[in-house]
């Protein structure tokens, strides 16, 4: 199809699509949640000041979109071929390829220019940050452990707002950076369901392509209680509050709800297990982390 070269307010809701804006929300509160604990951590308060905080948003938004842009770029022809993508902005036509590249050559020097303006480790990191995030979207044509990597680009969050917040890693925050990793490969693998047939026909991998509906939701389902289990350890070692462990009882109790709506039979409630419940999964752990720091410390 011919690209249409959309502009004015049509072309930003179309850039909007592309980057699925609306999915920031899954990684940005552990990032806020890394922010505030690493900023605990240094000053005994859980506010890093203005300057911290606009710039971990706008590293954590131009990094996220610089990689879902990245996507669409490197998925374009395989998109094109499935029923279920080939609307996405690039294969229907309603963006250029050049206007996508441009997108994502501003959205990484947005990125660095955020990276350069918090401290000089950030800036230092700042190209493996965004390596591995764009490293995902080629990660599906040769293994089926791609989910993994997806949740090491988004556990990345809380270590990097950790790191904007104090200018060091330190251990304390690793066990968040395992949670997000295991919640976001557990929830992508249940999306991952959605395709294994086109996957299998175009040799693409992913973990039901190779195992099967019944053994990938088993592994989904390890992931997940994985995931509580280092949410756990997490508060531990930096001494949150009880308010903290409350969220993560709901977080395990929301996670439970989401693997009982899909069976390897029955994907019909795939997009609310995957789209509402994980919104509502790390915003509501912000919550509690936020009211923690506000009545515990």
């Known amino acids: 199809m011919i690209a249409t070269n959309v502009r004015g307010w049509s072309a930003f809701k179309a850039y909007l699509e592309m980057i699925k804006i609306e999915h920031s929300i899954f990684a940005l509160p552990f990032a806020m949640i890394g922010m505030m604990w690493g900023s605990r951590s240094l000053n005994h308060s859980a506010w890093p000041g203005w300057s911290v905080l606009i710039w971990v948003v706008v590293a954590m938004v131009s990094c996220r979109s610089a990689a879902m842009a990245y996507n669409r770029i490197a998925d374009r022809d395989i998109d094109s071929l499935n029923p279920r993508t080939k609307m996405r902005a690039i294969p229907a036509g309603i963006l250029q390829l050049r206007q996508a590249n441009i997108f994502f050559a501003g959205s990484c020097v947005l990125f660095f220019l955020a990276a350069a303006m918090l401290n000089p480790l950030a800036l230092y990191l700042s190209p493996i940050a965004l390596g591995v995030t764009l490293f995902y979207s080629v990660t599906k044509r040769f293994t089926p452990l791609c989910h993994f990597v997806l949740g090491l680009s988004l556990g ?4 990097a707002a950790w790191i904007a917040a104090t200018g060091k890693l330190s251990i304390e925050i690793g066990a968040i950076t395992f949670a997000v990793i295991f919640w976001t490969c557990g929830f992508d693998i249940i999306y991952a369901l959605q395709d294994d047939d086109f996957d299998r026909d175009h040799r693409l991998r992913s973990l039901p392509q190779t195992l ?27 001494q949150a509050g009880a308010l903290w462990f409350i969220g993560v009882a709901v977080a395990a109790t929301l996670l439970t709800f989401e693997q009982s709506l899909v069976s390897p039979k029955d994907l019909s409630k795939v997009n609310m297990a995957f789209f509402t419940l994980n919104g509502f999964v790390s915003i509501g752990l912000f919550v509690f982390a936020l ?3 506000l009545v515990s410390h």
């Open 156 to 159: 990345i969050a809380p270590a």
């Open 212 to 238: 099967g509906r019944p053994r990938s939701l088993a592994v989904s389902r390890v992931c997940h209680a994985l995931a509580v289990g280092f949410l756990i350890l997490g508060g531990a070692w930096t």
């Open 291 to 293: 009211l923690d720091q």
